[in-house]
């Protein structure tokens, strides 16, 4: 599972600036099945910053575990922007972590259309800024990949541990 690896590898970069920042992660995975909790926890000491993974595979899970709302699922589908959106809002709160991130799409190698192809997936990232600071926000991002479904939820997991970097090294937005 390292063949869309750096070195060092994303998921030791993410735990050096969480902990830096004394900042959290949840995260919230569809199609990455758990794949980013994996890899996260595959760092010595991870339990610094690393507080939950959640697998919401369908629609019910979705909706009971991170409020996902029924108009958003029925309104856009499951791989959808304001799905991630509200998946990456729902386990950053659930879990009080300083950062949500959320996976969901289409891993294959059925399931796609002209309009979703298979490896779409959109990734949501969510930050809690400090209470009456109007600092919080939740981004959404849509990207495709190709390959096989493991070299596609790999490469999804890695791009959504490179978008939180990105975010957990800013440190004021």
Known sequence: ?????????IEQRIGD???????????????TGGLIGSLLTDVPGSS??????????????KLTELAVSRESLDGHGAVSAPVAE??????????????????????????GSE?????????GRA???????????????????????TEIKEQIAR???ELLLSDADLSDR
């Not at 509200?86 to 399931?111: C, H, K, N, W, Y």
């Open 1 to 9: 599972m390292r063949e869309y690896a750096d070195d060092p590898p």
């Open 115 to 123: 309009e979703k192809p298979v490896g779409t997936v959109f990734i």
């Open 17 to 31: 600036a969480l902990r830096e920042r004394d900042a959290t992660v949840a995260v919230a995975e569809s199609c």
């Open 159 to 161: 791009k959504a541990l």
């Open 127 to 149: 930050y809690a800024a400090d209470w009456g600071t109007g600092g919080s926000y939740t981004e959404v991002s849509r990207h495709v990949f190709d390959g096989s479904r």
């Open 86 to 111: 509200q998946m990456a809002a729902g386990v950053r709160d659930t879990a009080g972590a300083t950062f949500g991130l959320s996976t969901t799409g289409i891993a294959g190698p059925e399931g």
């Open 48 to 61: 610094d910053y690393f507080d939950r993974s959640v697998v919401t595979y369908s629609y019910d899970a």
